[in-house]
Nanobody
Framework: QVPLVESGGGLVQAGGSLRLSCAAS????????MGWFRQAAGQEREFVAS????????YYADSVKGRFTISRDNAENTMYLQMTSLNPEDTAVYYC?????????????????WGQGTQVTVSS
């Protein structure tokens, strides 16, 4: 098990920024590929960004590319999602996830462990 805990969500105006954090309670989490997903009300969970255990290897959904930045601090067992230029379409519950295989993955079913989610609401 790799317990994950997200934090940093909240209410922000359009154009604003937020930074989400995902803390893993196990040291072994530093060897996992990590990802962020989001789920808006009434919609399916969708991929946002992923980062391999080697921090330089990242991948983003087209909808967030250039606005969001994923990063990780393996020494702190923490992953981050810096979100800028937020718009109302970014409103969703954001989840962090981890998978044991090294390759970056885009589908929720490819991830083994999930956090409880943190709400991000962007007002217009």
């Amino acid at each position: 098990q790799v317990p994950l805990v997200e934090s940093g969500g909240g209410l922000v105006q359009a154009g604003g920024s937020l930074r989400l954090s995902c803390a893993a309670s196990r040291r072994a989490a530093s060897s996992y590929t990590m990802g962020w997903f989001r789920q808006a009300a009434g919609q399916e969970r969708e991929f946002v960004a992923s980062i391999s255990r080697i921090p330089g290897n990242t991948y983003y959904a087209d909808s967030v590319k250039g606005r969001f930045t994923i990063s990780r601090d393996n020494a702190e067992n923490t992953m981050y999602l810096q979100m800028t230029s937020l718009n109302p379409e970014d409103t969703a519950v954001y989840y962090c996830a981890a998978r044991n295989p090294l390759a970056i993955a885009l589908r929720p079913e490819e991830y083994d462990y999930w956090g409880q989610g943190t709400q991000v609401t962007v007002s217009s």
